[in-house]
């Protein structure tokens, strides 16, 4: 998928579709598969400009017909045929789309899902079946997903129903259409064939093949199912585009006429990671191949009507085939706003187009959420890690709903929340997005209490699973001390408040005393005096307090037997 001569979109897409694949293989978390629906909506937004593109070409070719329907006029009638091939698989791909939304929500968003001043816009919300939709309907785009997580419903709506092998049988028949058209051209049979292909897939370890349906949507999240779909519309579109582009090329240059052009950056990816670089091409849409353009990166500014020229520091671009190939280090993190000019010589004089772009720089970040691990301890400061891909820490702020939530090192994202009540607590993080506090995600926890301390005795071991201890030692130890084992956070403190010693006073009768407090009293330690090698002394009822915090109860904790030698 990565070798050949594929155009920038298409590897663009393709590396979209590996990362989903797989991420998607792995646990992740919620965090992770809520950016996937964005990753849905940037492929849409994509797929959208590929139709307008390809709008465009059609209507060349019927202006073209019309001014010489004999030569080409059967190049517009096989053009019109593949859009009406795409077509209706794009529209297949949508009700598929659709009907699973509906399945995991039971209801879907279209168009849009929130307005401008971030309230749901219920009046896009729909429960109506695919059949019952109108067609302006039909074309608006799904807005929203909320059960991304969901795993059952990709494999019910689209595998067992048979839809899926459906779709199979429609790319394959779409693909077969479309080579027949490219010929012998051997770029093009192998985009084609790359971006529809619908092979069985190789299992875990090689071993067996599973078929491209179950590969695809069995046991898929919800989200993954959604984007998958979405980027096979966008390769069909994708196709379509290169085979109207062969038969626009094979059309008398005199006898289809291009009216208008523009400046054109396709980015090999608008995601890039800190310390990665920035790749795009750029070029105009109807260039003439006779010549190269002139390409500046940088400001520019409007100097009247149609008329640009660079202002301040810019760069010259190499041209190479009538495409300038841009990379850029990228060493601040956010998103980057970049643009410049395309000059290019007409029969009229020279004409300059602008163009512009922008790209999102994230840190390379490692994201492992221990989905049944996400408790915080109850008035205690848990140290959180925060972050929010494409913005640096000091642009985040944290809310919490239950206690307290402050920065320790704001500048890395190290912050300390403190729950004040058992139960839950929703962090919550912001950026500024146009000078506007946006919400970017809650991450939901469970608060518990700081579990409780182990009593122990200073200087008594285990031997054998029992506590053994020399009488000296244990006349010498002082008392009995509460300790929490294994619990890593700092400033918690437990002291034992009371207990009892039981033990066998010179080896004729049990005695026992009571005390408050840890230490042992002077009835407690003439019975350990008087207790012979080999008897056992319990220590029982015993009860610490946690002293750290206010008006904190007394707990239970579990009894000690040691064995004197």
């Known amino acids: 998928m990565a070798g050949g001569n594929l155009s920038p979109r298409q590897k663009m897409i393709n590396m979209m579709y590996l990362v989903l694949t797989a991420l998607l293989a792995l646990n992740v978390s919620k965090e992770v598969l809520n950016s996937f629906f964005e990753v849905n909506t940037g492929v849409v937004r994509t797929t959208t400009n590929f139709t307008s593109k390809n709008m465009e070409t059609y209507n060349d070719f019927t202006a073209a017909a019309e001014l010489n329907p004999v030569k080409a006029g059967p190049f517009r009638d096989q053009a019109l045929a593949v859009k009406r091939e795409a077509d209706a698989i794009v529209n297949f791909i949508q009700e598929l789309k659709y009907n699973l939304v509906l399945a995991v929500d039971k209801s879907v968003f279209l168009g849009q899902y929130k307005g401008l001043d971030g309230e749901i816009i219920d009046g896009n919300e729909t429960e109506l079946s695919w059949e019952k939709l109108s067609k302006e309907q039909k074309i608006l785009p799904i807005a ?183 990379s850029r280090r990228a060493n601040v993190t956010g998103m980057q706003n970049w643009g410049g000019l395309i000059s290019m010589k007409t029969e009229s004089g020279t004409k300059t187009y602008p163009f512009t772009g922008s790209y999102l720089v994230a840190n390379k970040t490692a994201v492992v959420s221990p989905v049944k691990m996400n408790i915080l301890y109850l008035e205690v400061d848990n140290p959180l890690q925060i972050s929010v891909p494409g913005f640096s820490a000091g642009e985040i702020t944290a809310s919490i709903t239950n206690g307290s939530i402050a920065p320790v090192k704001k500048s890395s994202g190290e912050y300390n929340a403190r729950p004040s009540k058992k139960g839950k607590a929703s962090v919550t993080l912001y950026t500024k997005i146009d000078n506007k506090r946006t919400k970017m995600g809650s991450v939901e926890f469970r608060v518990k209490e700081v579990p409780p301390p182990k009593a122990r005795v200073p200087l008594a071991k285990k031997a054998g699973g029992v506590l053994m201890i020399e009488k000296t030692k244990m006349l010498n130890s002082g008392g009995v001390l509460a300790d929490l084992e294994n619990f890593d956070f700092e400033g918690v403190r437990y002291i034992i408040t009371s207990y009892r010693l039981t033990g066998m006073y010179k080896g004729e009768q049990m005695k026992r005393e009571t005390t408050s407090g840890g230490g042992f009293t002077k009835d407690m330690l003439n019975i350990i005096k008087n207790t012979k090698i080999g008897n056992t002394l319990t220590i029982s009822n015993i009860k610490a307090k946690r002293v750290d915090i206010k008006n904190s109860k007394e707990r239970q904790l579990d009894p000690l037997v040691l064995e004197i030698k």
């Open 144 to 326: 929203n997903l909320s059960n991304k997580e969901n795993r059952d419903m990709s494999g019910q709506t689209l595998v067992i129903s048979g839809k899926a092998t459906s779709l199979k049988e429609q790319i394959n028949s779409f693909r077969k259409n479309m080579l027949a058209i490219a010929g012998n051209n051997e770029v093009l049979n192998f985009n084609i064939i790359s971006a529809l292909n619908t092979d069985d897939k190789n299992g875990k370890g090689g071993s067996s093949k599973v078929s491209w349906e179950n590969y695809n949507f069995l046991d898929m999240p919800a989200v993954g199912a959604l984007t998958l779909l979405s980027k096979m519309q966008s390769d069909v579109r994708n196709s379509e585009a290169d085979i109207i582009k062969l038969l626009r090329e094979n059309i008398d240059a005199g006898s289809l006429k291009f009216t208008s052009a523009e400046g054109i950056q396709i980015p090999t990816s608008t995601f890039v990671l800190r310390g990665d670089s920035f790749r795009s091409q750029i070029f105009i849409s109807a260039k003439d191949t006779t010549q190269d353009p002139l390409i500046y990166v940088g400001e520019f500014d409007s100097i009247g009507p149609g008329q640009y020229e660079m202002v301040g520091d810019y760069d010259t671009i190499d041209v190479v085939n009538g495409k300038g190939m841009f």
